[in-house]
């Protein structure tokens, strides 16, 4: 009997009073190619259980089929794929018109499949199989890889995301979360908000009411009076939502599954108070034949009958040992079915489920075998003390209730409904109502600090009154050995192995066995887990603790982990001219920034002989105002400041308390108290950090205003020995050397464009003016530029053609041919440096640098042989040991041959000195330390020209 | 994620500051040697209770802060200006030079 529809079974009933489908709107849709119908309200179970349908995938690890166990989000055994969507909880998602569902996790086929045979071969893939199996040879690995991969469940990706797929995020900031839409839930959120506080409520299910949703006519009476209240109220309430996980300071993600228009949210709840009613999980029985298709839960039937009208069997075998097990019998007689009870509180249960493919009898506790086509149990009830676990609790198992209760939480969570307690509706109702009453007044209270650290304390402690219990049976196995974990095919006589093997913590065994670890992630089969190790070991399960719940509680997908991509790129007001002008790009932080035009040869010559311009827009550039500059540059730079003249550029260094090189840039003095700094690209925020922390935490008493004024300045620079021409036309300013010399700063007209700095410095080493212009104009003044270049052969560079220039140079770049222990004696800025200085950033530590003598140095290298370019990060080697690194290269094209700078031990740096360069593909080169760090002109008379 | 309360702009996640270590009492740049230095650069008493860090309202007002955290339960204990300092308005009023003060 395998197969997995009965033809012909039209089970679906006559209208019941709660029942959540529209017989208005009856629709097509398709499982596994054969087209079935849906009434709006359905989900993919429920119609196809209406259908006839009873096996929905198969098994893990043994291709057992699998039907419904819960008829709700958790149903281990009915995750399908709705067209492309791989991993949908066929038990909650609602059928839409049209839609394709496919069985996953059917190999090759849901009624024929492959894996069947690793039924024959259980002993292979008992307790422990992931570390034993597959370990020998190691060669097999990728093999094993192989034949893992087709147990894994799971459906198919779409290669590339569907475009229709809209994630999002947001925050929320109510005084009172409830967790649970369930009668306790609701009583609390409207109270709560009559008590003044803003109220989220979050509901799983698709509606408020929990249990009473598929209850009898007095607990539909009920919901609707709690709907209407809540109705009435200011909650607001999220359905097909589930509070997933609680972090620090009572912080909640919320995954909402159907927000209008998106796929799916994540909204980060920080919240005053929460209250946690969650409710109960019933809890499936481990009886051998308890995975078979046709075994249910009680509440299963209710749901299927109640809220969907299908009938979920023609004779049922019922073991009850609560009143939801007794409602489920009288559901199942008022909807025809036949039911043989077994009571376990009068000695009754079931000794193993008969069947292969599905239920076909029970063999009952006095040795009779029942026929029967449905198993349902009501055995007991998991407490879902997730949330509770991560505010700090640890649940302590109480016998007479065969459940755990919450022991201890920090003020701002609270606990009410079957979490709590057992009561008739009227008490729960009332305890729900005290605890949204106190979690209004803790989260409105004047001075409470939301997101405050609270420590925890005993449950006992709390203003709320304790609700009575009700004996329940302890009921986990029955006389045979079943399955544990129906996602991970975990079985108790798997855990019982498993301790005799040693493993005997409920931690361990549920690593070993993988128990837990499957998508329900112990929802269902943590406490029969528990129970299986402490039956295995002989202590009690408040001996054996429980496992720990760990965020999330419920899937997310990474779709609404990242939310919307809010990465922001930055560009130059000059980009569309970039784009125009084939610049490739380059990513440089949050910059995009042109690399090169094509040919950065071309553009480095063009520099040399004629005129080039350059976006520079990305570097750092802070004003800075007031008496105290001076003090500010003295202390943070490793050089002189106090006697920078207005109208003067210097080139500073500056670095940390370590001594370490941080950043390096100039500094103009615009007017007695006004400074223009620019720092790095890279470093832009970080040293006006730097700078503030120095004088908000240093030195308070500075009068030092900083403004960043990086984007609000379009930055140029124009290099090259015409490059005086090119400007000279456009601007109200004296370019003459006497007027404007080297290390200068104007301010004045540039293209007709006021309020324009000129620095005369020199990164390339020609003669070179850098220009900030306000940002508005910078396209205009760029494109002016050009234009006016034209007749001087102007040509627009890249950073690549940029970097081949300043090192040409010999100009370094702070954390190129510097790294993060280089201090500033190794770089070559020695000379720099003034000890003489009473205090700067980083002296103490370049004091002793000096006395002691640098271990390392930047020095020029030039290969003897000039057609080698040794990339960056060669190793330079002495006697096969690494003494130094090339950390730069290019070939120059103006000396026609490679060029580099280089980090070398001062017995290496004296000029002429031959050094060992090993390349990254094996081969020693030699090279020659130059005398200057510049290769090209290092006296500097191109720069002053 | 724990909330920080920014005396300037109130109760923030703590993702819009930036953790700016331990504060330790640097030694006196002018006469420091290089053990107790380097044991102000590089080494941090790590406690488990409370501790004084300096974080920044990176995403916020970008003001420096003070705060007393125990590392044990992230309770803020207190929350301040740095160095007893002046408001930024009654900084901008003074026109005196360096002054020396720490955290
Ligand atoms: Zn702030």
Redesign the interface.
């Known amino acids: 009997m395998t197969a997995a529809t009965t033809p012909g079974a039209a089970t679906r009933l006559d209208p019941q009073p709660g029942e959540v489908i529209d017989r208005t709107d009856r629709f097509a849709f398709t499982w596994n190619g054969v087209e079935h119908h849906a009434y709006r309200g359905d989900t993919i179970t429920s119609a196809l259980a209406a259908a006839g349908v009873r096996v929905f995938s198969r098994s893990f690890k043994y291709s057992r089929p699998r039907g419904i166990l819960t008829a709700s989000y958790l149903d281990p055994g009915c995750t399908v794929q709705v067209d492309d969507e791989p991993n949908v909880r066929g038990s909650h998602r609602r059928i839409a018109p049209g839609q394709a569902v496919t069985a996953q996790n059917v190999w090759p086929s849901l009624d024929r499949d492959v894996k069947m045979a690793n039924q024959a071969v259980g002993r292979f893939l008992t307790a422990g199989f992931y570390y034993k199996t597959f370990i020998k040879p190691q060669r097999l690995w990728p093999t094993y890889q192989r034949v893992l991969q087709r147990f894994a469940a799971g459906g198919t990706a779409p290669d590339t995301a569907p475009d229709r797929l809209r994630y999002d995020k947001r925050y929320a900031h109510p005084d009172v979360l409830v967790a649970g839409g369930g009668p306790a839930g609701m009583k609390a959120a409207v109270a709560a908000a009559k008590h003044g506080a803003k109220v989220l409520l979050v509901e799983e299910e698709h509606e408020l009411g929990g249990h009473l949703r598929y209850g009898d006519t007095g607990d539909l009476d009920r919901l609707a009076l709690l709907r209407a209240e809540v109705a009435a109220s200011d909650v607001e309430v999220l359905t097909d939502a589930v509070v997933a996980g609680r ?3 009572n ?1 909640f993600a919320v995954v909402e599954r159907s927000a209008p228009g998106l796929t799916e949210r994540l909204t980060k709840v ?1 919240a005053g108070v929460a209250i946690v009613a969650a409710g109960l999980i019933e809890r499936p029985y481990v009886v051998e034949g308890n995975d078979l298709p046709g075994v249910l839960l009680s509440t299963a039937v209710r749901r299927l009958i109640n809220l969907h009208a299908v009938k979920p069997g023609n004779r049922a075998v019922v073991l009850t040992a609560n009143p939801q097990g007794d409602a489920a019998i009288a559901d199942l007689q008022r909807a025809g079915v036949q039911v043989w009870a077994e009571d376990a509180r009068a000695g009754g249960d079931i000794v193993r489920i008969l069947g292969r493919g599905g239920v076909v009898g029970v063999e009952v506790g006095d040795g009779r075998k029942v026929p029967c086509d449905l198993v349902v149990t009501a055995t007991g009830w998991t407490a879902t003390t997730s949330l509770l676990n991560m505010a700090g609790d640890r649940p302590v198992y109480e016998p007479r209730i065969a459940r755990f209760l919450p022991s201890q939480l920090p003020d701002d969570v609270l606990v009410t409904g079957g979490l709590a307690g057992d009561d008739d509706l009227d008490e729960l109702l009332d305890h729900a109502r005290a605890a949204g009453e106190l979690a209004a007044e803790r989260a409105t209270e004047p001075g409470s ?7 925890v304390r005993p449950i006992v402690d709390a203003c709320l009154p304790a609700l009575p219990l009700h004996d329940h049976p302890a009921m986990f196995r029955g006389p045979t050995h079943g399955f544990v974990d129906f996602s991970e095919d975990v079985g108790s006589k798997d855990l019982a192995a498993a301790v005799a093997e040693g493993y005997d913590s409920s931690e361990l065994a549920k690593r070993y066995t993988t128990a837990t670890m499957g998508p329900s992630q112990g929802k269902l089969e943590t406490v029969n887990a528990v129970a299986a190790v402490a039956e295995a070991t002989g202590i009690t399960i408040g001996q054996a603790g429980t496992t720990t719940w760990r965020p999330p509680y419920a899937p997310i997908t990474l779709g609404a982990l990242a939310g919307r991509n809010f990465e922001p790129v930055r560009v130059s007001p000059m980009q569309p001219w970039h784009e125009v002008h084939g610049a490739a790009p380059l990513v440089a932080g949050a910059w995009i920034r042109p690399d090169h035009y094509g040919d950065p040869a071309a553009e480095v010559r063009a520099v040399r002989d004629e005129v080039g311009i350059i976006d520079v827009t990305p570097i750092g550039k802070l004003d800075l105002q007031g ?2 500059v001076p ?1 500010l540059l003295e202390l943070l730079y490793v050089n002189k400041w106090q006697k920078l003249d207005v109208g003067r550029v210097r080139y500073g260094v500056m670095c940390a ?2 001594g370490v090189v941080l950043d390096d840039g100039v500094t103009g003095r615009l007017g007695p108290d006004h400074y223009l700094m620019s720092t790095t690209s890279s470093g832009a925020a970080g040293i006006w ?1 730097w700078i ?2 120095w004088l ?8 030092v ?1 900083v403004t960043p004024v990086t984007t609000a300045y379009a930055s140029m620079n124009l290099a090259g020995p015409r490059s005086r021409d090119v400007l000279a036309p456009l601007t109200d300013v004296d370019l003459s050397a006497d007027a404007f010399g080297y290390m200068h700063v104007r301010t004045g007209t540039i293209a007709a464009v006021e309020d324009c700095v000129l620095w005369r410095i020199g990164f390339t080493g020609e003669l070179s003016y850098e220009l900030h212009v306000p940002a508005g104009y910078g396209l205009h003044v760029w494109e002016t530029l050009l234009a006016a270049g034209a007749d001087h052969g102007i040509r627009a560079f890249g950073v690549e053609a940029q970097r081949t220039l300043r090192l040409e140079k010999g100009h370094l770049i702070v954390g190129q041919d510097t790294d993060g222990l280089t201090k500033a004696g190794s770089a070559g800025l020695g000379g720099l440096v003034k000890l003489d200085k ?2 700067f950033v980083g ?3 370049l004091v ?1 640098q000096q006395e002691v003598g640098v271990t390392s140095t930047l020095v020029a290298l030039q290969p003897v042989d000039p057609t080698e370019v040794p990339p960056e990060a060669s190793q330079i080697v002495v006697a096969g040991r690494t003494v130094g690194r090339i950390t730069s290269s290019r070939r120059s094209p103006t000396l026609g041959r490679g060029v580099c700078l280089g980090q070398v031990p001062p017995d290496l740096a004296a000029p002429g000195t031959h050094v060992t360069v090993r390349l990254p593909d094996g081969r020693d080169i030699v090279a020659v330390v130059q005398q200057h760090l510049a290769h090209v002109d290092p006296e500097g008379a191109r720069l002053r020209g | 994620m724990i909330t920080l309360s920014c005396p300037w702009c109130g109760p923030r996640n703590v993702t819009e500051f930036a953790y700016g270590g331990e504060s330790g009492a640097r030694p006196d740049p002018a006469t420091a040697t290089p053990q107790p230095w380097r044991r102000y650069l590089y080494t941090n008493a790590n406690p488990a209770g409370p501790v004084t860090e300096t974080w920044l309202h990176r995403a916020g007002c970008r003001r420096y802060l003070v705060v007393e955290r125990d590392t044990t339960t992230n309770e803020i204990l207190a929350i301040r200006r740095p160095g007893g300092a002046p408001s930024t308005s009654a900084r901008h009023a003074t026109t005196g030079r360096a002054t020396e003060q720490r955290p």
């Open positions: 972090y620090d300071g912080l920080r600090v939301r997101g405050a650290a609270l420590p008496p105290d003090n308390e370590d950090e503030e922390n908000q935490t240093e030195r308070p008493g500075w009068d205003h009473p205090n002296k103490p530590e002793w």
